[in-house]
């Protein structure tokens, strides 16, 4: 089987490097699948989790945003911040779940804060879901 | 001539002394070598994020962006990246006198451009001298990881979005090696300078390189951001090893050149009791 090489880097260092024979993503416009070869791309990343497909099974990477770029042998995925499952911190997770579902029940009204508890919430629940398909 | 145990103390003192920097020396070179390891880490993430930046800017005639495009400049922002604590040399002065000078003289009144310190010292200096300090971070870690900054790097590229500022330059220490950091101005927006080494690729844009660029193109500034950071707080423990380095060396000198006097004085102290008591005993005869 064919395979394209996939790296998931983030400012502080990569977190994923390997060869792989699909990636799936969630882009900004709806569900992407690559597989080798395919020509040169660049989409941007939902908060999703990104299904690397193995000959031996398939890894889960939690990523916040961030920017997919295709080319035929490589794919790069450019985040602020991923996680491989077996290195997410449920704990830190869940608290950071509670504490965005606090803060987005303590103000109603729409402001600055109310979009990033949002964000992080969507970025915990992401994390959360990530954690437990491994 | 001092008496010997004003002498005594001065080399304890000295000695105490000595111990700390060497101290401080020895912390300072461990966490420089992990600043080290933590700017090389970033280079990918910076080397992949600028070159689909390049390829996307410079390859497509049809993506403009406002953060692509200069504007009639009315006022600036500056980034300054300083230390939170002092005894790093001339780390601070050379960064804090350079933006100065520089500020001083490209503009006339202080409402032509504003600061954004990175860093107690810097924030304090020029809050001191009465310029506009609008947005200050202090007690970054010495191994900031990016989530620790992403929000005043999104602030501040914010500022220039919402058009508060019409060019933003950054001002780092640029690590060459441990003796040597460099003060290095980089005109982080609008990004007008990105060039590329590699072969630009042109790529396919879902769904459209606007789109796109409205997500690269903070995400690339805001780790540009990060990027000097990092490179700062390599110089920073750097410049602070160098220059606690040559305290204990210079404590080292003072500690020698006491002992000389102390031993000299002591050898004074024997002879005059000496010759007091051949003095004394040859009274007697």
């Known amino acids: 089987m064919k395979t394209v090489k996939v790296s998931v880097v983030t400012p502080d260092g990569p977190v994923y490097d390997s060869d792989v024979e699909m990636v799936s993503a969630k882009a900004a416009s709806g569900e992407l699948g690559i597989l080798p070869g395919h020509i040169p791309m660049v989409a941007p990343l939902e908060i999703s989790a990104v299904r690397l497909k193995k000959g031996s099974g398939t890894d889960f990477i939690a990523v916040s945003g961030g920017l997919l770029e295709v080319r035929p042998d490589q794919v790069t995925i450019l985040a602020q911040s991923a996680e491989v499952a077996d290195e997410i911190d449920v704990d830190r997770a869940v608290k950071a779940k509670e504490r965005a579902e606090q803060r987005l029940n303590d103000n109603k009204k729409e402001n600055i804060d109310n979009v990033r508890a949002e964000l992080a919430l969507r970025r915990a629940i992401n994390r959360i879901n990530v954690a437990n398909k491994k | ?285």
């Open chain 2, 1 to 285: 001539m001092a008496s010997l145990r004003d002498i005594k103390s001065r080399i304890t003192a000295t000695q105490k002394m000595g111990k700390i920097t060497k101290a401080m020396q020895m912390v300072s070179a461990s966490k420089m070598s992990r600043a080290e390891q933590n700017a090389k880490k970033f280079v990918p993430y910076m080397e992949n994020i600028q070159e689909v930046t390049a390829s996307i800017a410079l390859g497509s005639a049809d993506a403009s962006h406002p953060m692509l495009t200069s504007r009639p400049v009315k006022k600036t922002g500056y980034v300054v990246i300083t230390s939170d604590r002092g005894l790093a040399g001339s780390y601070n002065s050379n960064m804090l006198r350079t933006v100065f000078n520089t500020v001083k003289q490209r503009h006339k009144s202080n409402d032509e451009f504003a600061i954004i310190a990175i860093g107690r010292v810097g924030r304090d200096f020029f809050k001191k001298n009465g310029m506009n300090v609008v947005l200050d971070i202090v007690g970054v870690p010495d191994q900031p990881a990016f989530s620790e900054i992403k929000d005043i790097a999104s602030k501040t590229v914010g500022m220039f979005a919402d058009e508060t500022f019409d060019e933003i330059y950054i001002y780092y220490s640029h690590y060459v090696n441990p003796i040597t950091q460099t003060v290095t101005e980089k005109k982080l927006l609008p990004l007008t300078d990105i060039s590329s080494s590699n072969k630009l690729t042109s790529y396919e844009f879902e769904p459209s390189a606007e789109e796109i660029l409205e997500v690269l193109l903070p995400q690339y500034a805001e780790s540009l951001i990060y990027g000097s950071l990092l490179d700062s707080k390599a110089s920073e423990h750097g410049a602070r090893m160098t220059a606690m380095s040559a305290a204990t060396d210079n404590a080292n000198d003072i500690i020698s050149s006491l002992s000389i006097s102390y031993n000299r004085a002591r050898q004074a102290a024997i002879t005059q009791e000496i010759t007091e008591i051949v003095g004394g005993a040859a009274a007697l005869e």
